[in-house]
Structures are given as structure tokens and as C-alpha cells.
């Protein structure tokens, strides 16, 4: 128990403390609260389930780096521990022989509990401490090619330093509190290292040393805390509750990627797409207080991977170090002046990114990188008229001709071409069952039409009643809308609803799962609302009915590549897998698969432009990985992963045959 001269004194720290920490603190909330839109509190229940989940478990933190991740889940829920260990201390500290949790079984348990926690931590906090600044780890650091802040280049390294010292002193001193108190009290086997501890102060006889060095113990173990919590939202520290707060309240969307629409109509809005950082909506605000600065979303990044500027990473740095220079000023209301194209990433590293998603993905926090940089498309191309000339082509071809190929033909060559194929459009069949949206890719690619035609071969097989919108089919204008090119987007969705709606259309199969994404879940925005499946998944229903039958030849070993789209976009890993599984063929995995595969790189509009410059292709980079499988071939369920794979085998003259999981099935059935 302190003096009563103490217990003022802490009394008035506190107070310093909390006046302090509320400022800090309000400044952060009001910085937040310049973004758009507002926080999503919808189903409730839930997501205050998924914070805690996140929160208690360190589930996100957990899901690879598996030496790291584990100790710094026991940081972590060290400090968790600590919220109760810190009131215990502060109790025992009013009231005359208190002991937190009593002296029965229930306190046994919460003292050796504390014993091994704070020992784990503080071993937790050396190997990051000793990690950072003796080892040097290279995952901790960002390419001097990426844009990062002048300030972060030094800021990142004294802030871990103050956090990792805080932890360490914080704990530790607590931790020696309590062997002062057994050298002073007895032994107590339920504080097992504190009583090994103990045994270093054996040379100690005086009483009131150990009295002293108890009290300096606990003042400083909660002194530091005190000190600490304003300077709390200043660290990177604030992702300890930032991150609850980010999964609490982030939008909950129907899939990765899905972007809200922009409202043309309202004259009052002046800006569309993001150009500074109050643009941002708060969400993406918060993401930045949120950052651990862990850098396992360039990890994945296929455009960080393959030396482009783009670190999803140091974009969120970025933005946090900006936040941090400019708060008071954006906290009062002013604008703030700078670009996001000027300090958070460069021009080159915006138009980089794949929209894959993998960083939002791994992303332990729930930060979402990938929503700014698309935001921030739309700024470039709506307003500013900056963007990859290349683009333009894709632009005028889907204004023009309803194609980014930009070609005036017929839509259904390829159902023509195809050797026996009974195709009907659905003026022709007007009482179909399932429309097969066949996609631009389908229509003139002439890789993307022999997966049409195999397509259409495996449904003439199973004798489903199917039809085309032919010329009345369009772009969904999926890579207009990655681009930043909203206006173009919104302008082909509501043409092509329009054209779903008359057809009642009521069940789509595509081969393509960028169309999957825009049909399926950016569509409703526009009023249309459709069963849309993916053509592996519509094989898989029929392989269950029982309507496909396969030749009894030799057994072929397949790498099956996961589009993006499909996979961590849609969800869905398991269809094409079983489809493989059930034709017969021997699946061997890349070590990237399922939700960690890796990109083509034909995402985010990126088909339809040069690739960044940077050490490697990301294609190839894929495609060496596909390589190393021995696979006999390498088996792709999207248009634009085949030509990406196929165009890099050709390029490191591989010779590895890459094949739609389409044509793979067609050739196999009896």
C-alpha cells in the first residue's frame, strides 16, 4: 500500500495523464472524422463479435510468420492481461492488504498466469527489439525505390524503439516489484520466475531497501503507463485498439474489390475520386492509425515482389506520418493541401497495383490499401485527365464498341467458328434456363474463344438449355471501373441491366471471374440482381448431377493457378480443385495457392497497359513458380490469367502448356 503523500501524488499524475491523453486522442478522432461517408455500425452484433474475436485471439496476426506472429501474440496478450494486472496494482495500492483476486485458488491461478505472461512477453519484446536493430531483418524494411516519407525513414525506427522499451520497462518493472515482494514476504509457488528472481536480491537485508525498491517498482511500472498514453496515438503502438476499431466499423462489402458507385446526378458534389487525404473515407483514415507497419502486405504485393514503386505499406506510413505532421491543422478544419500522388505513393507505384487484394487480405488490422489506390484512380482519370496513355485505347473500345479490344465484329464468331456447337441467342431461345455471359474476352480473344467454344461444348454434352445475349452483350465494364473511369463504368452497367432486365434474365455462368465480380456484386447497385456462378462451379454442379462422363486415358498432373477474382475476390477455391479432382487429374499445388496465390497481373486494368517498371514481369515471376511443379500443364479458370501465363511462358521460352480449366475438361469427356 502507498503513503498517503503517494497516493495524492498519483492522483495528480493520473489527471495530468488523462487531460493530456484526451487531447492527443481528440485530435485523432477529429483527424478521422475529416473523411467522407461515416462509420458502418450495421449488424452490430457481429461485428463487435469479430473486433473482440480479433482483439482476444490475435487470429490475424496469426495467419503466417509463424515464429513472429506467435511471440507477438503473447505480447500481445500480455498487454491484454496487463488492462486488469494494472487496476489489481493500482487497488492494492488504496486498500490496506488487498490482494487482486483473493489468496484462494481463483488468485493462485491469476498470479501464475501473470508470472508466465510477463515472462513471455518481455522474451517477446527482446527478439523484436534484437529483430529490429541488431539483426536488421529485411522484412522490416521498404525498397529505397518506394516513395517514403523523410520523416518515417527515421520516425519508424525511434518510434519502435519507444514502444519496445515501454513494453519491456513496463512489464519489467511490475515483474520486479513482485520479486522485492517475495524477498520481502516469503516464497510463493505461484510466482515461479518471480521467485527465481527473488533469489538475486539475497544480499539484500534491510527491509526497508526492499520496501523502497517495491514502491520505485510500481511507480515506475504505472508511471510509464501514464506517460505513455498520450503519446499513445502518436505510436504505432494505436494499432493495439485501432485494429478492433477498424474491423467494428469498416464497411462490410459483398466481396473484396467492390467499389460504391459515384453519384453523377448531385451537382453539389465538386470532387470525385480521392485526391488528398481528406477525401479518404474515415474508414481509410482510420487505416492509417491502425498500420502495425509489419509490412506483410508488400510481402504479397506481385507489384512490390516484382520491384515496382508500390508498397501498400508505405503508402499506410505514409499517410499516418502525414497525419502526424499535420494533425492540429487537420483537426481544425483546413485543407491539407498536399496530393496523396505527392507524399503517400508515386504517380508510377498508383497505376502498379493489380487490384489482387492479397494486402487486404493478410492485412492483420483490416486496413484495405487497395480502396485507396482505386479511389485514387478515380481522382487521376474524373478530374485530372491523368492517366497511362495506353488506357485510352481501352477507354475509346468500350465507349465505342462496347470493348476495350475496340473491335467492330460480330459477337458471335466464335459460336460460328466452334466445330458443332449449338449456340442460341436469346431471341432465339427466349425460354432459357441459364444465361452463358460470354464476355469480351469470349467474343475476340482468340485464346478466350476457344474457352468459349469448350464451354459451350461441355453444356451441349449435359444437354442444359442455355442462351447468349450475343450482340446485345456488352462490357461489364469491369476494367473502366479498376481504372478510375466511374463515369464509363456506371454508364455500361446501367445500359447492361437494362439489356439483363428485358431478357428476365434470371441465372448467369460466366467464363470469365472478372465478369463474376461486376455481375454479381457490383451490379445490384444498379438494379440488377442475378444468380451469378462461375463456369468451374457451374462444372462442378453438373458433375454432381451426374450429366458429365470422362475417357479412361492416362492420368495428367495439373497446377491449377487461383485468379484472383475468383478466388480471394469470390471466395472460391474449391470448385475448380474438385472439377480436376472428379476428371481425373493428378493436382499438384503451387507453394502460392488459394487465398496466397499470386497475381497474373492482368488485373486492376493493368491487361490493357505496359506493366510498371521493375526487376521482373509478375507474370513470369508466376509462371517459374508454375514451373517448378513439374506439372504437365497448368491449368487457369480466367481469359486474361491465360494469355498473362501463356504470354510468359512464350517470353522465358518455358514451353509449358497453360490451358482453361474449360478446355481441359472439353478434351476429357467421353
Known amino acids: 500500500m502507498l503513503s498517503t503523500t503517494e497516493q495524492i501524488l498519483f492522483v495528480a499524475v493520473v489527471i495530468v495523464s488523462v487531460y493530456l491523453s484526451w487531447r492527443s486522442f481528440r485530435t485523432m478522432f477529429k483527424v478521422i472524422g475529416r473523411g467522407e461517408g461515416s462509420f458502418h455500425f450495421d449488424h452490430l452484433p457481429a461485428r463487435i463479435t469479430e473486433a473482440l474475436s480479433v482483439f482476444i485471439t490475435q487470429k490475424t496476426v496469426l495467419k503466417n510468420r509463424p515464429l513472429t506472429s506467435f511471440l507477438h501474440a503473447w505480447i500481445a496478450w500480455a498487454f491484454i492481461l496487463y488492462f486488469l494486472v494494472n487496476l489489481g496494482d493500482?487497488?492494492?495500492?488504496?486498500?490496506?492488504?488487498?490482494?487482486?483476486?483473493?489468496r484462494g485458488a481463483l488468485g493462485n491461478f491469476y498470479r501464475l498466469f501473470v508470472d508466465i505472461f510477463s515472462v513471455l512477453a518481455m522474451v517477446g519484446v527482446v527478439f523484436f527489439l534484437l529483430r529490429r536493430f541488431v539483426f536488421g531483418s529485411k522484412r522490416l524494411k521498404i525498397r529505397d525505390n518506394v516513395l517514403l516519407s523523410a520523416q518515417a525513414k527515421n520516425g519508424i525506427q525511434r518510434d519502435s524503439l519507444i514502444v519496445g522499451l515501454f513494453i519491456l520497462f513496463h512489464v519489467g518493472f511490475r515483474f520486479l516489484g513482485e520479486s522485492f515482494a517475495i524477498r520481502l514476504e516469503g516464497a510463493d509457488p505461484y510466482q515461479p520466475f518471480a521467485v527465481l528472481t527473488a533469489g538475486l536480491w539475497s544480499g539484500i537485508a534491510d527491509p526497508a531497501t526492499l520496501v523502497?525498491?517495491?514502491h520505485l517498482s510500481w511507480w515506475l511500472a504505472l508511471g510509464l503507463i501514464l506517460a505513455f498514453i498520450p503519446y499513445f496515438p502518436y505510436s504505432k503502438h494505436a494499432h493495439l485498439f485501432m485494429g478492433p476499431i477498424n474491423f467494428l466499423t469498416r464497411p462490410r462489402r459483398s466481396a473484396y474489390g467492390t467499389l460504391e458507385p459515384l453519384d453523377f446526378e448531385n451537382d453539389d458534389i465538386e470532387q470525385f475520386g480521392v485526391a488528398k487525404l481528406e477525401h479518404l473515407p474515415k474508414t481509410q483514415i482510420l487505416d492509417a492509425y491502425a498500420c502495425?507497419?509489419?509490412?506483410?502486405?508488400?510481402d504479397v504485393c506481385p507489384a512490390y515482389v516484382t520491384g515496382k514503386e508500390l508498397s501498400p505499406s508505405a503508402l499506410e506510413i505514409n499517410k499516418r506520418y502525414f497525419v502526424n505532421n499535420n494533425g492540429a491543422a487537420l483537426a481544425a478544419g483546413e485543407e491539407s493541401g498536399s496530393n496523396l500522388v505527392e507524399f503517400a505513393l508515386s504517380e508510377s507505384a498508383l497505376w502498379a497495383c493489380t487490384s489482387?487484394?492479397?494486402?487486404?487480405?493478410?492485412?492483420?488490422?483490416?486496413n484495405e490499401p487497395m480502396y485507396d489506390i482505386l479511389n485514387i484512380r478515380r481522382d487521376r482519370v474524373l478530374m485530372?485527365?491523368?492517366?497511362?496513355?495506353?488506357?485510352?485505347?481501352?477507354?475509346?473500345?468500350?465507349?465505342?464498341?462496347?470493348?476495350?479490344?475496340?473491335?467492330?465484329?460480330?459477337?458471335?464468331?466464335?459460336?460460328r467458328e466452334g466445330e458443332g456447337l449449338d449456340v442460341k441467342t436469346v431471341d432465339e431461345n427466349p425460354d432459357f434456363d441459364i444465361l452463358y455471359w460470354v464476355g469480351c474476352a469470349g467474343a475476340f480473344d482468340q485464346k478466350g474463344q476457344k474457352i468459349a467454344q469448350s464451354f459451350?461444348?461441355?453444356?451441349?454434352?449435359?444437354?442444359?438449355?442455355?442462351?447468349?445475349?450475343?450482340?446485345?452483350?456488352?462490357?461489364?465494364?469491369?476494367?473502366?471501373r479498376r481504372a478510375g473511369n466511374e463515369y464509363l463504368f456506371s454508364m455500361m452497367a446501367e445500359a447492361n441491366v437494362e439489356t439483363l432486365n428485358q431478357a428476365k434474365v434470371k441465372k448467369i455462368v460466366t467464363t470469365c471471374?472478372?465478369?463474376?465480380?461486376?455481375?454479381?456484386?457490383?451490379?445490384?447497385?444498379?438494379?440488377g440482381e442475378y444468380e451469378v456462378v462461375h463456369h468451374t462451379q457451374f462444372i462442378r454442379d453438373l458433375l454432381d448431377a451426374g450429366k458429365l462422363s470422362f475417357k479412361n486415358d492416362s492420368v495428367q498432373k495439373v497446377t491449377f493457378h487461383d485468379p484472383c477474382y475468383l478466388g480471394r475476390h469470390n471466395k472460391e477455391y474449391d470448385a475448380p480443385r474438385t472439377d480436376l479432382h472428379k476428371a481425373g487429374f493428378d493436382l499438384i499445388e503451387m507453394e502460392r495457392n488459394r487465398n496466397n496465390s499470386f497475381c497474373c497481373s492482368a488485373g486492376g486494368a493493368q491487361m490493357w497497359k505496359e506493366e510498371e517498371p521493375?526487376?521482373?514481369?509478375?507474370?513470369?515471376?508466376?509462371?517459374?513458380?508454375?514451373?517448378?511443379t513439374q506439372a504437365d500443364v497448368v491449368c487457369t479458370a480466367c481469359p486474361f490469367c491465360l494469355t498473362m501465363l501463356r504470354d510468359a511462358s512464350n517470353e522465358l521460352e518455358a514451353d509449358v502448356k497453360v490451358q482453361d480449366l474449360a478446355e481441359i475438361i472439353a478434351e476429357k469427356l467421353d
Request: aromatic share 10%; glycine share 6%.
Open 212 to 214: 523502497f525498491l517495491r
Open 614 to 628: 521493375g526487376t521482373e514481369r509478375i507474370r513470369q515471376n508466376r509462371l517459374k513458380e508454375a514451373r517448378e
Open 90 to 102: 493500482v487497488l492494492s495500492a488504496y486498500i490496506p492488504d488487498f490482494h487482486f483476486m483473493g
Open 292 to 298: 502495425i507497419m509489419c509490412n506483410r502486405c508488400q
Open 384 to 415: 485530372e485527365s491523368q492517366f497511362p496513355k495506353e488506357l485510352q485505347g481501352a477507354f475509346t473500345g468500350m465507349e465505342r464498341n462496347q470493348n476495350p479490344w475496340n473491335m467492330n465484329k460480330d459477337r458471335l464468331d466464335w459460336a
Open 456 to 480: 459451350a461444348k461441355i453444356m451441349n454434352k449435359a444437354n442444359v438449355n442455355f442462351a447468349v445475349l450475343g450482340n446485345k452483350e456488352s462490357c461489364t465494364g469491369d476494367s473502366a
Open 513 to 527: 471471374p472478372h465478369c463474376l465480380h461486376t455481375l454479381k456484386n457490383e451490379y445490384p447497385q444498379f438494379g
Open 356 to 366: 489482387c487484394a492479397a494486402c487486404v487480405e493478410v492485412c492483420p488490422v483490416g
